[in-house]
């Protein structure tokens, strides 16, 4: 396949979608899609009306933006309105609410936070600001970390001393494991990262299948890329088979790159602990700069509040990220929370389940309300 087009055909949709009714003829299946990419392509797409109603896909935890917890917002914010400092961010991060309200309106402040599209361009403008110091939001799963990686060796090179980074980078393998854990939860299989899975392969995900018992099918993002991924993981089933498949093969190598990698191990060290919004504590989920690179770590150069805040107590994004409840059933989904209004982080990124869900899903709020069920 070379064109978009060829990724969304209504024969190929419609041919999978009969093989897949007949493979889950008689059970039901719950399978979780980890990327919040997926659950956008779910629902602009309208797949959950396509499939089987025995078959139920669950959002995960893979949104980067979603689990960061409130205190570290208030710590970039409280970073953000430090007179000397430019803070720069990703766009997603600017509305993410703190306990103390978001980046856009540290900026009505009077703080100098600035979006920019790679840490690159955050580097650039420290070297264009030498008399100001420069700090960069650094966030995303091991797909995003690879450019801070990069960046930090260009610093180094360049011999940039006004810039640091202020580094919330999160692994996949352990919130999985936590959702794997979890008592409030039974799945029958997962859709497994595509992005994450171009960097770190598939070897990662091998505990899955071997330790709990799992399928796992790496899916792209294109409609049929979910139909085929949903597709396989019922022919594993069904054939007795559980290991990690690749559907992604035309962008992710089992192997996954082993440059970045090798990069990421050289800039970056695990976290003893990480904070996850809706997870709690999660043992080595998270990355800090190598302390080879330390002069460009932001939580050692500047005495960071680092205070613990608790999640509004009407948002119930922990449960979402979680897939123990659908958006709508959160009770502030659609009315107090929106994407103008978000209370939680799941409504704010492009890769939100909330978000998803409020654009292309309201349906299923409306069906559930007709059916008398929560919502």
């Known amino acids: 396949m070379k064109f978009v087009d060829e990724f969304r055909d209504p024969a190929a949709a419609r041919a999978l979608v009969k093989s897949i009714a007949e493979l889950a003829a008689g059970d039901a299946f719950k399978f979780m899609e980890v990327c919040g990419g997926h659950t956008h392509t779910i629902y602009r797409h309208g797949i959950e009306h396509l499939l089987p109603e025995s078959i139920e896909l669950i959002h995960g935890p893979g949104c980067p933006v979603c689990v960061i917890p409130m ?3 208030d710590d970039a914010i409280w970073l953000a309105e430090r007179p000397d400092i430019i803070f720069t961010t990703f766009g997603d991060m600017m509305r993410v609410p703190g306990s103390v309200g ?7 402040r009077g703080a100098d936070v600035r979006f920019v599209y790679s840490p690159l361009d955050a580097l650039k403008v420290a070297i264009d600001n030498p008399d100001r110091h420069v700090v960069f939001f650094a966030v995303g799963f091991e797909t995003t970390a690879p450019s801070t990686a990069v960046t930090l060796v260009r610093a180094r090179a360049l011999g940039v001393r006004n810039f640091s980074v202020f580094c919330n980078h999160v692994t996949i393998v352990p919130p999985i494991k936590a959702i794997l854990e979890s008592p409030d939860l039974r799945l029958d299989g997962f859709l497994g990262p595509g992005h994450v899975s171009t960097v770190v392969g598939l070897r990662p995900y091998r505990f899955v299948a071997e330790t709990y018992g799992q399928p796992m099918v790496v899916a792209g993002f294109e409609p049929l890329d979910i139909l085929a991924s949903v597709h396989m993981l019922l022919r594993q089933i069904r054939e007795r088979r559980c290991v990690v498949e690749n559907q992604y093969t035309r962008v992710v190598r089992p192997e996954g790159n082993p440059q970045a990698l ?4 050289a800039t970056f060290e695990l976290r003893p602990h990480f904070e996850w919004r809706g ?3 999660i043992s080595q989920s998270a990355l800090k700069i190598h302390r080879n690179y ?3 770590d932001a939580e050692l150069k500047f005495d960071l509040p680092a205070i613990r805040v608790a999640d509004p107590k009407a948002c119930q994004c922990g449960e979402v990220l979680k897939g123990v409840i659908k958006p709508w059933e959160c009770k502030v989904f659609g009315t107090a929370c929106t994407p103008e209004t978000p209370v939680g982080t799941c409504m704010v990124s492009a890769e939100g389940a909330c ?3 409020y654009n292309f899903g309201r349906l299923h709020r409306e069906t ?3 059916l008398g069920q929560p919502g």
């Open 262 to 265: 090798k990069l990421m191990a």
């Open 368 to 370: 559930a309300q007709l």
């Open 355 to 357: 978000a998803a869900y």
């Open 279 to 281: 997870l709690g504590f």
């Open 294 to 296: 330390s002069e460009f």
């Open 71 to 73: 205190g570290r917002v």
């Open 102 to 108: 978001n980046l856009v309106e540290g900026r009505a």
